[in-house]
């Protein structure tokens, strides 16, 4: 047996198995990203419409509240100054048609 030649198929066969594993890892965020959700007409739309909502109500006008929407759960995100104006302005996002689910991530900032 030629165990010279074997080694070398040896090493080259692992060289290329690390390599062909790095492609791989390296591919696998780019897929992820292509199949992650994007915001359709529909969610652009709703998102416009909880955000005209939260600046109609008199409490929340110049609160600074960041809005998602997509396939019809909303997020909130941004800070408040007490739990009141938290609980009031995830109840009326709920009210507004076509939201399926509120997410809060709005927090009470005692500052504002």
Do not use: C, F
Request: net charge negative.
């Amino acid at each position: 047996m030629n165990y010279p030649k074997t080694i070398v198929v040896l090493l080259t066969s692992a060289s290329l198995a690390v390599g062909l594993s790095a492609v791989l890892q390296a591919a696998e965020p780019a897929a992820n990203a292509s199949t992650m959700a994007t915001p359709s007409a529909k969610d652009k739309a709703l998102q416009a419409q909880v955000s005209a909502t939260l600046k109609a109500d008199p409490a929340l006008a110049e609160a600074r509240i960041e809005v998602e929407a997509l396939e019809g759960v909303v997020t909130l995100r941004g800070g408040l100054r007490d739990a009141d104006s938290v609980s009031r302005a995830l109840a009326l996002v709920a009210s507004v048609d076509g939201v399926r689910r509120v997410e809060n991530g709005l927090e009470v900032d005692a500052s504002r």
